[in-house]
């Protein structure tokens, strides 16, 4: 059975933007790039975090081939997940909100940047997609998307890119164009930096609960088909 791209990319937009636009994606990328040592570590902070996107991107593709299988039309369970995923992004959004007025800075392990090496910025790119729950909470859905479109091997593959590069595409734009222009973005960094360690918390709430609803639709929407 040959998938529809138009009902892949759908699905996959807005999740890949809600790993994109988080403040704990965003965020860190711009301390990297203020650090003493800003282009090796901003480029080492992109590959580490490019990488482990890719391969827990990768590992969702893979198990929801294994477990629905790539050529058929979608199961039920995989809606019934949309449903149970989209409704944990909504629940974590509105406690994200709710609790917003108790953190109006970054977390604390975040003043260490200002001090990190480009071997620490891989290490630590990687880890932000590892031990990110709101990561996994994004990438299960699309990898289940991916799997269970339909769509050719070679084609599954090229949406799963797609998605990696969407949601890395808020580290990536600041650390090349950092890389080409250097310090005459400084003082752009450090604006962006302060409004948005400003309102983290409040703009992770609304980004989970804007992506958990698409997320929920879907899955009542497909099991309504």
């Keep these: 059975m040959s998938g529809s791209w138009g009902n892949v990319l759908t699905g996959l937009i807005p999740l890949g933007l809600v790993v994109a636009v988080s403040p704990i994606t965003v965020i860190p990328a711009v301390l990297v790039l203020q650090s003493p040592r800003p282009r090796p570590s901003g480029l080492a902070f992109l590959a580490g975090w490019s990488i482990a996107l890719a391969v827990v991107t990768a590992i969702c593709v893979s198990a929801s081939g294994l477990l629905g299988g790539l050529h058929k039309s979608p199961p039920g369970w995989a809606s019934w997940l949309r449903v149970i995923l989209g409704s944990a992004l909504i629940v974590v959004g509105v406690y994200r909100w709710l609790t917003r007025g108790r953190q109006t800075d970054s977390p604390k392990w975040m003043r260490s940047f200002a001090t990190i090496t480009p071997g620490r910025a891989a ?39 797609f998605f990696v590069v969407l949601a890395l595409s808020t580290v990536a ?44 639709y879907n899955g009542i929407h497909a099991l309504h088909r």
Excluded: E, F, Q
């Design 123 to 161: 290490i630590t790119g990687a880890a932000l997609v590892v031990v990110r729950p709101d990561v996994l909470l994004v990438c299960i859905p699309a990898g289940l998307a991916i799997g269970v479109s339909g769509l050719d091997r070679p084609d599954v593959w090229l949406a799963a890119a």
């Design 173 to 216: 734009i600041p650390t090349v164009a950092y890389a080409a222009a250097g310090h005459r973005l400084d003082g752009v960094m450090a604006r962006a930096k302060t409004w948005m360690d400003a309102n983290n918390a409040a703009l992770t709430a609304a980004v989970l609960l804007v992506i958990g609803l698409m997320v929920l």
